[in-house]
């Protein structure tokens, strides 16, 4: 069994991770045995975690979780899927549209 967790920092920001050891590697970001990000960030809170079958699938979670808005993130947290899906689309460039839903620039030729 592999996790995919995420931790909110002193700092307000979102620390995610993956491992097959999750009480462990919980326990070493709180010993600061990691000289990385939440060493200089605790003290923080596990607020999400998963978990999957193989270490791939739990990689290519952390690795979409990390592609995430901080929005986005804090609303699968909460379980709000609601939220989740509305804010994948609010990202999702539709045809003729920028990222933000707005028109597309037009081009010319000039």
């Keep these: 069994m592999f996790y995919v967790y995420m931790l909110r920092c002193r700092d307000d920001s979102?620390?995610?991770?993956?491992?097959d050891?999750?009480?462990g590697r919980l326990a070493a970001h709180w010993a600061g045995t990691y000289d990385g990000y939440t060493a200089k960030r605790s003290p923080f809170r596990l607020?999400?975690?998963?978990?999957?079958?193989?270490?791939?699938?739990?990689?290519?979670?952390?690795r979409?979780?990390?592609?995430?808005?901080?929005?986005?993130?804090?609303a699968l947290a909460?379980?709000?899927w609601t939220a989740v899906?509305?804010?994948?689309?609010?990202?999702?460039p539709?045809?003729?549209r920028g990222v933000d839903g707005s028109a597309a620039p037009s081009r010319t030729s000039g």
Excluded: C, M, V
């Design 21 to 23: 050891d999750l009480d």
């Design 47 to 62: 607020i999400y975690n998963d978990t999957f079958p193989t270490r791939e699938e739990a990689f290519a979670a952390e």
């Design 85 to 92: 899906q509305r804010l994948s689309l609010r990202h999702s």
């Design 94 to 96: 539709q045809p003729g």
């Design 78 to 80: 909460r379980g709000d």
């Design 14 to 19: 979102i620390y995610i991770g993956h491992t």
């Design 64 to 74: 979409q979780l990390k592609g995430w808005s901080k929005a986005k993130r804090l």
